[in-house]
């Protein structure tokens, strides 16, 4: 009976395969994304131990800022999918471009950032040797937040027609021009100059770069601009730059306030000891192994239920949602098995070249962090796929009020009270960001079983187009 329900959920609209077809090029992009950064981390580990304490806090600081916007633009992906299901192509392009209008801002608002780098990190009072390199890496990051910005809106134009495999292969082939430059430029192989975690950050700015220029080369080809209008549809149009602020401004605060609250979370564990950050920025890094590929299911459902809301099939929109939590939950529970069972496996890269006296303590408590790890991933299958739902058809401020609340009552204040004020260690820090996720993704199950996005489209009605264009 199980195997063949499963056979018939698999054929039907709304099934595994629909959603597979659409999910596995991007579970295959964001994994591709996940490999990137644990590599990075690797070889940084390899490096020094201050290099890989530095790692996490930089770059997820810098990634904080650009999440604002990236989340904002990256929104296009459901006007695409929308205008897509409802059959309007010609207003894809245009929503494409407002997604890039919104990274040039974004971009110029990041590049204003460095030269406070010194006095931030200062602020947040890491050992100096650690800090010097927060510093460094922090600047270099920032000259490609704007390329980021503007990729994610124009894979978003992918995405949103349910043409996953180009994201894919852009994003590999910067993957992979990212690590062959850390291999030179880290260690200075090949001639080129050592430059320990500054190689690091320029290996990442020049793939940034690289992977815009890729998506601009294939949204120029001529079947896009005929039918979608990706060219000729250049313009700002305000009605339409507004409607993407007003509902993607929301996904990226909440983007921002997600990785913002995990930033607050490193710089305060930061201040216990520099073996507490490196143990804290391995399961990190080892826990993106499970989460960013499942971002890519994520982007898929929201994906299918844009285009089936623009279709007007709610139900299929939600049978889309279960589909994409059956593989999610699967995916999420092997893996949370291995961390328990065998987390050498994934801590071991870490050491291959790290001192073995220096990384002792680290692997010890890697291993234990790994088992929260483990516990809250099972959760943040919940979390992935039903804020990707709501997100889908438009619900963008509840998910952001949700984020803004949890994780400032339920992360960032307790885990500041028990560390520095109270005293507390390590692992009650992660007992808090184990609870905070657990409780999202209760509320955002609750929120999408309360029907309510149903009713939500992002796209101007037929009617209101007319109004505009007249």
């Known amino acids: 009976m199980i ?15 629909q959603l597979l077809a659409i999910a596995l090029p991007l579970i295959l992009s964001t994994g591709a994304w996940s490999v990137q950064h644990f590599v990075d981390r690797m070889f940084l580990s390899w490096y020094s131990p201050e290099a890989i304490a530095a790692s996490m806090p930089a770059g997820i600081l810098c990634f904080a800022l650009i999440s604002l ?17 409802a059959g309007r192509f010609r207003r894809i392009g245009p929503s494409v471009w ?15 950032i460095i030269p406070f780098a010194g006095p931030i990190f ?44 180009p994201i894919m292969w852009v994003n590999c082939a910067a993957t992979c021009l990212n690590l062959v430059l850390d291999y030179a430029i880290i260690f200075g192989n090949w001639g080129l100059p050592e430059m320990g975690i500054r190689g690091a950050g320029y290996a990442t700015v020049i793939a940034n770069i690289f992977s815009f220029a890729l998506f601009m080369i294939l949204i120029s080809g001529k079947e896009y601009r005929k039918r979608y209008n990706t060219f000729a549809g250049w313009r700002l149009e305000k009605g339409l730059f507004r409607r993407l602020l007003y509902f993607g401004f929301p996904s990226g605060v909440q983007f921002f306030l997600d990785i913002s609250g995990f930033t607050f979370f490193i710089l305060i564990i930061g201040r216990l000891g520099m073996g507490s950050l490196a143990a804290s920025n391995i399961a990190l890094n080892i826990s993106t192994l499970a989460f960013m590929p499942m971002i890519g299911c994520g982007i898929a459902i929201s994906v299918l239920v844009g285009q089936y809301l623009g279709k007007g099939m709610p139900q299929l929109a939600q049978k889309s949602v279960y589909s994409g939590f059956h593989i999610v939950s699967v995916y ?9 069972i065998v987390p050498a496996v994934f801590i071991r890269p870490f050491s291959v ?9 680290i692997y010890r408590l890697s291993v234990i962090l790994l088992r929260f790890v483990a516990i809250y991933s099972l959760f943040d299958a919940m979390n992935i796929v039903f804020s990707s739902a709501i997100k889908g058809a438009g619900d963008t401020r509840f998910v952001m009020y949700t984020l803004a609340l949890i994780t400032f009552f339920l992360m960032v204040m307790p885990a500041y009270f028990a560390v520095v004020v109270l005293g507390y260690g390590l692992m009650t820090c992660w007992l808090f960001a184990s609870a905070y996720i657990m409780c999202l993704g209760f509320l955002f ?26």
């Open 98 to 112: 407002q997604g890039i209008y919104v990274s040039i801002f974004g971009g110029v608002v990041i590049l204003s």
């Open 332 to 340: 999420m529970a092997g893996l949370a098995v291995l961390y328990l």
């Open 3 to 17: 195997i063949r329900g499963i056979s018939r959920r698999w054929r039907e609209p709304g099934g595994y395969r």
């Open 122 to 165: 200062r602020f947040i009072g890491h050992l100096p040797e650690v800090r010097q390199l927060e510093k460094e890496y922090f600047q270099i990051l920032c000259l490609g937040g704007g390329f980021v910005v503007a990729s994610a809106a124009i894979s978003g134009f992918f995405s949103g027609l349910g043409r996953s495999w």
């Open 353 to 361: 070249l790290a001192d073995p006296d220096s990384f002792k303590e």
């Open 445 to 470: 199950f609750l929120r999408f079983r309360s029907g309510k996005w149903k009713g939500m489209r992002v796209i101007e009605s037929r009617l209101d187009l007319i109004r505009i264009t007249d």
């Open 69 to 85: 916007f990236m989340g904002t633009a990256s929104y296009v992906s459901t006007f695409v999918a929308q205008y897509y299901g």
